[in-house]
């Protein structure tokens, strides 16, 4: 597998990046129930794209894809979970994006709401940043926001990426883009 997987770190705030086979087995009722019950509350912020609802059909096909990617890549969204409770909070990885100027790397993450404010989303963005930058050997990784979802692009910032200004993407214009490159990124320091 190209530049092997994260290190499945546990950080200081809580947050686990779970990686491998067993984090998206689909036998797992549970946790895609609720990631499908989160996805439905995304749905009604005004920055998701418009869409129908996914199914747990959509979901496990979505599943078996990210499984494939990370194998062919080194690279996949993958689930994120409180380190105390094993609880699913949401999902964060890199996935390719066929917009804009050309290939690139989004760094995509959401979050169940009970889980905001707690440094999860940062503390996760950094490591995936670190593993896509490191061991994959991408040489950059975007990622996007609506400037009126203050927390996405504030993770963005924390995690270290630059602002580059307004694009369109994923059908939605004025997003806010940041970049994190090889040559200059490095983990924030605490």
């Known amino acids: 597998m190209p530049g092997g997987q994260p290190s499945g770190r546990e950080g200081q705030h809580g947050a686990r990046l779970v990686q491998g086979d067993q984090t998206f087995d689909v036998a797992r009722v549970g946790p895609l129930e609720e990631q499908r019950a989160e996805i439905l509350r995304l749905r009604r ?18 599943i078996g894809e990210r499984q494939a990617m990370e194998r062919e890549l080194g ?33 995509a993450y959401h979050y169940a709401s009970a889980s905001w404010n707690k440094g999860y989303a940062s503390e996760v963005a950094i490591a995936v940043l670190a593993h896509g930058l490191g061991p994959v050997g991408l040489d950059s990784i975007m990622a996007v926001a609506s400037p009126e979802n203050i927390g996405s692009w504030r993770v963005m910032e924390k995690a270290g990426m630059r602002h580059e200004g307004l694009v369109n993407y994923y059908g939605m214009d004025g997003l806010k883009k940041y970049v994190a490159m090889r040559q200059w990124w490095r983990p924030p320091t605490a």
Do not use: N
Request: with cysteine; hydrophobic share 35%; net charge negative.
């Open 75 to 107: 690279h996949s969204m993958w689930a994120v979970e409180d380190k105390t409770t094993g609880t699913f909070i949401g999902q964060c990885g890199l996935r390719p994006v066929d917009e804009g100027a050309g290939p690139e790397i989004d760094l």
């Open 45 to 62: 912020r005004p920055w998701f794209p418009a869409g129908p609802p996914p199914t747990m059909e959509v979901i496990q096909r979505v």
